[in-house]
């Protein structure tokens, strides 16, 4: 099995050779082996061990064979602990996928401040026929049939190629020890169940079915990257970026041979769940919205706009502006100039009057019952009600910031339009020019 790791690493992998790596270790057969064949090639590796405290004395006895076996291989080892039960209680997840985002947290941390390049972790081929019958059983896209993939960003699988028995093997030939977790033997989770008790009868069937399994992943994956390379075609022609939103041009997926198909793959990486609900903003009325974890999809006449949920507490925050600054970079960039009155007439821009601006200034979100004198307008008007008659849609005006007084009288709705009773004129002895660039 080594000759054929390491030729699996030189095709596939060679940037490895000359990486920093972390790789994930339980103390159980899969990882000793693989850092075992790490160490034989002579790749850089330390190694991360999570103590997710289930399995009460057991865990801890994981914890004291990794660092045991680290010191004897010379490797470098990061522990930590866990109350995993608590942390899924709290966020009403599984212990499963608690324990698997506590561990990537905790992964990527390590890599930022220790500088790893990649982590490794010792899924292998059996791993990857069990993602598959529970995607099978649960009902997925054809993303769930292609296998757990080799990378994954900077997570890097190299074990994936060789079955469970393969990796037995080689532990036995090299009179390795590791740690049985016996979780793995009871048939409470479904994975367990899949190993138990569906795979041996498929084998029984079939007792070549992790080669003919392979082979359907090759085929599977072949698939997929066919699709992937018409979507991207297929963005080019249906979406539009305009400041940090994406546009999807609706007429134009109606005008696809499935626009629900379409609509999927389009949309899949943004983490949306309620797919019928996606599928019916197509044919609902403006304002409808769907949401994922991450980003809103909102109906908007004759388009679709994808915009990332903004922070709340960044969204909640006023910025001040002092006197003597001439910019500011954040939350937005804007420039200040003091100099004699100029005609100005662009979104970009404002010419102001020195004289009414009371510090320190303010830019901020906007927040209901804010209300502005609109330049080329009479009387005074909810921002809400202007923001309608203008047809910014919701996502828009989210993203929209306001320069206010510092008793908060609204200056300008930042590349929007300014409020009149703050305008520069002729008269004007100093006048202040205020502009937005993104």
């Known amino acids: 099995m080594l000759q054929k790791f390491e030729k699996h690493i030189h095709t596939n992998f060679p940037f490895l050779k000359d990486s920093k790596l972390l790789l994930a270790i339980s103390g159980g057969l899969d990882s000793v082996v693989l850092m075992h064949l790490c160490n034989q090639l002579q790749l850089k590796i330390s190694l991360a061990h999570c103590n997710f405290k289930l399995r009460n004395e057991e865990s801890d006895l994981d914890e004291e064979f990794v660092k045991y076996i680290s010191q004897i291989s010379?490797?470098?080892?990061?522990?930590?602990?866990?109350?995993?039960?608590?942390?899924?209680?709290?966020?009403?997840?599984?212990?499963?996928?608690?324990?698997?985002?506590?561990?990537?947290?905790?992964?990527?941390?390590?890599?930022?401040?220790?500088?790893?390049?990649?982590?490794?972790?010792?899924?292998?081929?059996?791993?990857s026929l069990e993602t598959f019958l529970i995607h099978l059983t649960r009902g997925s896209g054809l993303e769930g049939f292609t296998g757990i993939p080799s990378t994954n960003g900077n997570i890097i699988r190299p074990l994936l190629p060789f079955s469970r028995a393969e990796i037995l093997e080689y532990a036995t030939e090299n009179q390795l020890e590791w740690r049985e977790d016996s979780s793995n033997t009871t048939?409470?989770?479904?994975?367990?169940?899949?190993?138990?008790?569906?795979?041996?009868?498929?084998?029984?069937?079939n007792p070549s079915l992790l080669d003919s399994f392979a082979n359907t992943i090759q085929y599977l994956q072949d698939a997929q990257q066919i699709i992937d390379d018409q979507i991207d075609e297929i963005e080019a022609k249906v979406i539009n970026e305009k400041d940090g939103m994406l546009f999807f041009d609706i007429s134009k997926i109606n005008q696809l041979s499935n626009p629900k198909a379409y609509l999927y793959q389009l949309l899949k990486k943004y983490q949306f769940t309620e797919w019928n609900n996606v599928v019916d903003l197509l044919t609902s009325q403006s304002g409808k919205q769907v949401f994922s974890k991450t980003?809103?999809?909102?109906?908007?006449?004759?388009?679709?706009?994808?915009?990332?949920?903004?922070?709340k507490k960044r969204d909640s925050e006023n910025f001040e502006i002092l006197e003597h600054q001439s910019k500011i970079s954040s939350p937005i960039f804007l420039n200040f100039e003091e100099n004699s009155y100029k005609n100005i007439e662009n979104r970009n821009?404002?010419?102001?009057?020195?004289?009414?601006?009371?510090?320190?200034?303010?830019?901020?979100?906007?927040?209901?019952?804010?209300?502005?004198?609109?330049?080329?307008?009479?009387?005074?008007?909810?921002?809400?009600?202007?923001?309608?008659?203008?047809?910014?849609?919701?996502?828009e005006k989210e993203k929209i910031w306001l320069l206010c007084t510092a008793d908060n009288e609204i200056i300008w709705v930042i590349n929007h339009r300014q409020d009149r009773r703050f305008l520069a004129n002729s008269a004007t002895e100093n006048s202040v020019q205020i502009t937005y660039t993104t």
């Open 349 to 395: 821009t404002i010419s102001v009057a020195k004289k009414l601006l009371k510090y320190p200034l303010i830019v901020r979100k906007w927040q209901n019952g804010d209300y502005f004198c609109p330049s080329g307008m009479q009387g005074k008007k909810k921002l809400s009600k202007y923001f309608k008659d203008e047809k910014i849609s919701v996502i």
């Open 295 to 311: 980003h809103i999809l909102l109906k908007d006449r004759d388009f679709l706009i994808l915009s990332e949920i903004p922070s």
């Open 74 to 127: 010379s490797n470098q080892i990061f522990t930590t602990f866990f109350n995993t039960e608590l942390v899924a209680k709290k966020e009403q997840i599984s212990i499963q996928i608690a324990a698997r985002e506590l561990r990537y947290t905790w992964f990527q941390e390590l890599v930022k401040k220790h500088q790893f390049d990649f982590i490794l972790t010792a899924h292998h081929l059996d791993d």
């Open 187 to 205: 048939t409470k989770y479904l994975r367990n169940n899949i190993r138990h008790q569906i795979i041996p009868i498929l084998k029984e069937i």
